[in-house]
Each structure stands twice: as structure tokens, then as C-alpha cells.
């Protein structure tokens, strides 16, 4: 049985060459340089997050851009399906207005009755779903953007020029005038308008003859 020797305590085994008193500052200056790791560590993933972030905003520009894009190439191939539509039409109607005048004259000499009313008839009332409108009246005002003076004359009771006759209507289809309405027009008689003015101011005739005779003596 073992004897413990009183007076004595048992110390830790230290390396050769070492002492304890070497060892506690080891271990120091190992718990000092754990804190810098770290920050080093942290410093690295916030580099890391700014140039995801980085990419990030890029990668949205793009889309952004791309989607701009792809937007504007839809409403530039709606507009022009569109206006290729319009010409289309316009086309087609442009060949059927001959049609369209034998029918109006027709109708002009009572000659529009039987099978030739119901087919005329039918073709006017495609030609209108198609976004065909006629225009054209006698006694408005001439518009050379839209009427095609055939005939002139000039008449008394007009006061300005005048479509006294539609020889064909004009048709259009929306905003676009695909053949203006020929007409025959008037213009006011020259020096009518100046006749007319002297003769309803009557005013100015007598008050020169009474300053001519004078007052009249008692």
C-alpha cells in the first residue's frame, strides 16, 4: 500500500525545456488571434454579399430592359397588323366604289327594285360593317381636303364658297379619305356682297340730302 509523502503536491507534466510559466503565454496568444480570424472571416462574406448584390441589381436592369423591350416589339407589330389591316380593306373597298355609284344611280332613277335592290342592298351593308362611310351634301361649305371641285359657277345667294351639287359622294373608312366627294361648286356673285350692303344702309343717302337742302327758312 502506497504512502502519500505529506508536504508534497503533484504538478502537471511539462515538456522538456519548458516551463509551466512559457506555457501560460502560449495559450494566451492563442485566444488573442481567435477574435481576428473571425473578423477577417466576417469581412470576407460581407465583400462576398455586396458583389452578390452587385449582380443582383445587374441581372434586374437587364430584365427590366429586356422586358421594355419585348413590350414595345408587341405594341409596334399590333400597330402595324393594324395599319396593314386598314390598307387591306381600304384596297378592297377602293375597287368596289364603281359598284357602289351604278347603285346610287340606280337608286337616283328608280331603277333599283327586284333581285338587283336585295343584292345592292346586302353589298351596301357589308361595305358598312367593313368601316365604310360616305360623305358629301349639298349646301356645306367646300373643304378642298375632302371635296374635288368638278364644276364652278358663281350665284348670287351664297356667301361663301358653296357644294351646290355632289356629282359622286366621297367615302372614307375611320379618319382615312379614300376618295374625296366631287362636286360642283359656287362661289357669291362678284361685287354682290357690295350691292348688297349699299342697298339695307339706306341711312347715309338721306342724311346727304337733307345737309344738301339745308335748314329751311320762316
Not at 492563442?30 to 441581372?59: I, S, W
Not at 386598314?86 to 364603281?98: G, R, S
Not at 368638278?150 to 345667294?157: E, G, Q, R, T
Request: proline letters at 7%; hydrophobic letters at 35%; one cysteine or more.
Amino acid at each position: 500500500m502506497t504512502e502519500e509523502t505529506p508536504g508534497f503536491e503533484e504538478k502537471p507534466d511539462v515538456p522538456s525545456g519548458a516551463t509551466s510559466d512559457d506555457a501560460e503565454p502560449k495559450a494566451a496568444s492563442e485566444e488573442g488571434a481567435a477574435p481576428a480570424g473571425d473578423a477577417n472571416q466576417t469581412a470576407g462574406l460581407v465583400a462576398q454579399l455586396d458583389q452578390v448584390r452587385t449582380a443582383l441589381g445587374e441581372r434586374t436592369a437587364d430584365l427590366q430592359r429586356l422586358q421594355a423591350e419585348y413590350q414595345n416589339y408587341r405594341r409596334r407589330v399590333e400597330r402595324d397588323r393594324i395599319a396593314v389591316k386598314e390598307i387591306a380593306v381600304a384596297n378592297l373597298l377602293t375597287e368596289l366604289l364603281p359598284v357602289l355609284d351604278d347603285i346610287g344611280r340606280a337608286r337616283e332613277h328608280g331603277e333599283f327594285v327586284g333581285g338587283f335592290k336585295s343584292v345592292g342592298e346586302s353589298l351596301e351593308t357589308v361595305a358598312a360593317k367593313m368601316g365604310l362611310q360616305q360623305f358629301g351634301k349639298e349646301g356645306e361649305p367646300f373643304d378642298p381636303t375632302i371635296h374635288e371641285a368638278l364644276m364652278h359657277s358663281y350665284a348670287p345667294d351664297v356667301t361663301e364658297t358653296t357644294c351646290v351639287a355632289i356629282l359622286q359622294p366621297g367615302y372614307r373608312i375611320g379618319e382615312r379619305t379614300i376618295r374625296p366627294a366631287r362636286v360642283a361648286v359656287a362661289e357669291p356673285q362678284p361685287g354682290a356682297q357690295a350691292a348688297k350692303a349699299e342697298s339695307s344702309d339706306p341711312a347715309p343717302a338721306e342724311a346727304a340730302d337733307e345737309k344738301d337742302n339745308g335748314p329751311e327758312e320762316g
